[in-house]
T-cell receptor
Framework: SAVISQKPSRDICQRGTSLTIQCQVD?????MFWYRQQPGQSLTLIAT?????????ESGFVIDKFPISRPNLTFSTLTVSNMSPEDSSIYLC?????????????FGPGTRLTVT | QQQVKQSPQSLIVQKGGISIINCAYE??????FPWYQQFPGKGPALLIA?????SEKKEGRFTISFNKSAKQFSLHIMDSQPGDSATYFC????????????FGTGTRLQVTL
């Protein structure tokens, strides 16, 4: 398993500003993922962040809006840029531990973002 | 396109009863099927998972039944308890160059006394 922490846990931001969310894992992991979850809804994958390569974005998500960094095997950041109220959501970091073999993906506690 | 369909959307079960949540998938390339449990204000927690070459997996009160030919799988919660009240998500993993997890729409389970 893996223990994942996210900062901040929640934030209220003004439209037009940017917020960077940090994800820290207690062990080295091969794959890290960023998800968005609207209240009461399912999880939507934003992008996959692999160390040493550019993030891979899902349809509907672009790097200019959601730039991602992955400087090492235990840390990643997601920035939500030029925010609008539609970006209000829960953002979740998830990891696939190296050598897990069973594709057991673990999630952080999430960052609850409100854009006013 | 919703690749993993989940039902019901919500479920109310009496304490001690059996909770059953169903999922169906379309893509035969999926090769791992986990279930996640999520409490309000928390991230999803891996509950139990199964590979498509296995028809059933049981862990405590939780059982996954898998029907490869029908492309369906289900979660059974035996002896449901109020502490099981949460939202449950089925998911399907596809491995390869674009490895990722696709989630179902979720089922909100309420276990009453």
């Amino acid at each position: 398993s893996a223990v994942i922490s996210q900062k901040p846990s929640r934030d209220i931001c003004q439209r037009g500003t940017s917020l960077t969310i940090q994800c820290q894992v207690d062990s080295q992991v091969t794959m890290m993922f960023w998800y968005r979850q609207q209240p009461g809804q399912s999880l939507t994958l934003i992008a996959t962040a692999n160390q040493g390569s550019e993030a891979t974005y899902e349809s509907g998500f672009v790097i200019d809006k959601f730039p991602i960094s992955r400087p090492n095997l235990t840390f990643s950041t997601l920035t939500v840029s030029n925010m609008s109220p539609e970006d209000s959501s829960i953002y979740l970091c998830s990891v696939l531990p190296s050598g897990s073999g069973q594709y057991e993906q673990y999630f952080g506690p999430g960052t609850r973002l409100t854009v006013t | 396109q919703q690749q993993v369909k989940q039902s019901p959307q919500s479920l109310i079960v009496q304490k001690g009863g059996i909770s059953i949540i169903n999922c169906a998938y379309e893509n035969t390339a999926f090769d791992y099927f986990p279930w996640y449990q999520q409490f309000p204000g928390k991230g999803p927690a891996l509950l139990i998972a199964i590979r498509p070459d296995v028809s059933e997996k049981k862990e405590g009160r939780f059982t996954i039944s898998f029907n490869k030919s029908a492309k369906q799988f289900s979660l059974h919660i035996m002896d449901s308890q109020p502490g099981d009240s949460a939202t449950y998500f089925c998911a399907a993993w596809i491995s390869g160059t674009a490895s990722k997890l696709t989630f179902g729409t979720g089922t909100r389970l309420q276990v009453t006394l």
